[in-house]
T-cell receptor
Framework: AQSVTQLGSHVSVSEGALVLLRCNYS??????LFWYVQYPNQGLQLLLK??????LVKGINGFEAEFKKSETSFHLTKPSAHMSDAAEYFC??????????????FGPGTSLSVIP | DVKVTQSSRYLVKRTGEKVFLECVQD?????MFWYRQDPGLGLRLIYF???????EKGDIPEGYSVSREKKERFSLILESASTNQTSMYLC????????????????FGPGTRLTVL
């Protein structure tokens, strides 16, 4: 069974500082992994995804994430936070080949605040 | 670009009313989804449709029904709204991930914030 945990429901960073949002998953088979971002009063949009190619995945807005199988992690990073990065971030996993639909499980989300 | 639109951004209804939430996508996606989003709970799948007139229950289908008469349109129906259905409702669509067998990228609408009084 697949599941996703995100350590820290709220993360605050200073503008220009490193952003690190943590995601761990459980999966019985090689997963697809996603990071989505949700700006206030908007739907989710894809930041990046891992689909068993390169373990370091680059996404939009300077974000990247590294798939570490040994740690079952897919942490999201950005070298220098910008005020516009303040949003809710969701990690998601998809690995179940046996369900009747294209199931994607979302984590509970991490709210990122950027302090000027 | 894929566009998923939802009929209302904000909606206020009374307990017991029948509520319709509409979702339309313009990319010919086979799959469409309805989620509800509540603080600390992430996204929870209510219903899923993989083709016209086809539907499957998600994780929390109780109190909801859906309709998909056309490929581009997926409606969520609250037969008799209750206060515990106050939430943000998100619609999403995606292609069928036949090659991989795994759920792939979902494209989301802006959401409908429903308040049931």
């Amino acid at each position: 069974a697949q599941s996703v945990t995100q350590l820290g429901s709220h993360v605050s960073v200073s503008e220009g500082a490193l952003v690190l949002l943590r995601c761990n998953y459980s999966s019985s088979v090689p997963p697809y992994l996603f990071w989505y971002v949700q700006y206030p009063n908007q739907g989710l949009q894809l930041l990046l995804k891992y689909t068993s190619a390169a373990t370091l995945v680059k996404g939009i807005n300077g974000f990247e994430a590294e798939f570490k199988k040994s740690e079952t992690s897919f942490h999201l990073t950005k070298p220098s936070a910008h005020m516009s990065d303040a949003a809710e971030y969701f990690c998601a996993v998809s690995d179940d080949l046996k369900t009747s639909y294209d199931k994607v499980i979302f984590g509970p989300g991490t709210s990122l605040s950027v302090i000027p | 670009d894929v566009k998923v639109t939802q009929s209302s951004r904000y909606l206020v209804k009374r307990t017991g009313e029948k509520v319709f939430l509409e979702c339309v996508q313009d990319m010919d996606h086979e799959n469409m989804f309805w989620y509800r989003q509540d603080p600390g709970l992430g996204l929870r799948l209510i219903y899923f449709s993989y083709d016209v007139k086809m539907k499957e229950k998600g994780d929390i289908p109780e109190g909801y029904s859906v309709s998909r008469e056309k490929k581009e349109r997926f409606s969520l129906i609250l037969e008799s709204a209750s206060t515990n259905q106050t939430s943000m409702y998100l619609c999403a669509s995606s292609f069928v991930a036949e090659a991989s067998g795994r759920g792939d990228t979902q494209y989301f609408g802006p959401g409908t914030r429903l308040t049931v009084l």
